[in-house]
């Protein structure tokens, strides 16, 4: 239920974000946030990161449900046996974040950016864009540190594969 209520946080909270952005700032528009370091610009993005395939929305909208679908799949089904808060946060951020964007797509067309980091050149992204990357960072962590101890314990738990 936790997880849920996770998803459902970061589904709103990026849709604030975004609803906020649509309600202030003409397109193109952009407000300094902190000096030297990020504004607030309003761009839509009909590609994927960096405006990647800007050209196939539907198929981004086809494989942003599809990924939600699996992500919210996988983080279900394995929730009890991987028995990992981090495994299973990481799931929830992306499948937040991917369902944030999913919902723009669906309804708009295009998905509403608008963090700008300005002391480097970079891509302008959203609220759910940082779940479904700190998410991606997190499962990363997960697989790098934590899936040998997952995997052992799994083989320990079925009586035939103990002798290993």
């Given at each position: 239920?936790?997880?849920?209520?996770?998803?459902?946080?970061?589904?709103?909270?990026?849709?604030?974000?975004?609803?906020?952005?649509?309600a202030?700032?003409?397109v193109?528009?952009?407000?300094t946030?902190?000096?030297?370091?990020?504004?607030?610009t309003?761009?839509?993005?009909?590609?994927?990161?960096f405006?990647?395939?800007?050209?196939?929305?539907w198929i981004?909208?086809?494989?942003?449900?599809?990924?939600?679908?699996?992500?919210?799949?996988?983080?279900f089904?394995?929730?009890?046996?991987?028995?990992?808060?981090?495994?299973?946060?990481?799931?929830?951020?992306?499948?937040?974040?991917?369902?944030?964007?999913?919902i723009?797509?669906?309804?708009?067309?295009?998905?509403?950016?608008?963090?700008?980091?300005?002391?480097?050149?970079?891509?302008?992204?959203?609220?759910?864009?940082?779940?479904?990357?700190?998410?991606?960072?997190?499962?990363?962590?997960?697989?790098?540190?934590?899936?040998?101890?997952?995997?052992?314990?799994?083989?320990?738990?079925?009586?035939?594969?103990?002798q290993?």
């Amino acid at each position: 239920m936790i997880y849920i209520l996770l998803i459902a946080a970061i589904v709103i909270g990026d849709q604030v974000a975004k609803y906020f952005t649509v309600a202030n700032l003409p397109v193109g528009g952009s407000v300094t946030f902190i000096p030297g370091f990020m504004d607030f610009t309003h761009v839509q993005n009909t590609g994927a990161a960096f405006s990647m395939f800007s050209n196939a929305t539907w198929i981004l909208t086809l494989l942003s449900a599809v990924m939600a679908a699996v992500v919210i799949f996988l983080l279900f089904k394995y929730k009890k046996q991987v028995n990992s808060k981090l495994f299973n946060a990481a799931m929830a951020f992306i499948a937040g974040g991917a369902i944030g964007n999913l919902i723009d797509r669906i309804i708009q067309g295009y998905v509403t950016d608008m963090m700008q980091f300005t002391f480097v050149d970079f891509a302008i992204f959203n609220v759910a864009d940082c779940f479904v990357t700190f998410g991606a960072i997190m499962l990363g962590i997960w697989v790098l540190w934590f899936w040998d101890k997952h995997k052992k314990a799994e083989i320990e738990d079925d009586g035939t594969k103990k002798q290993s």
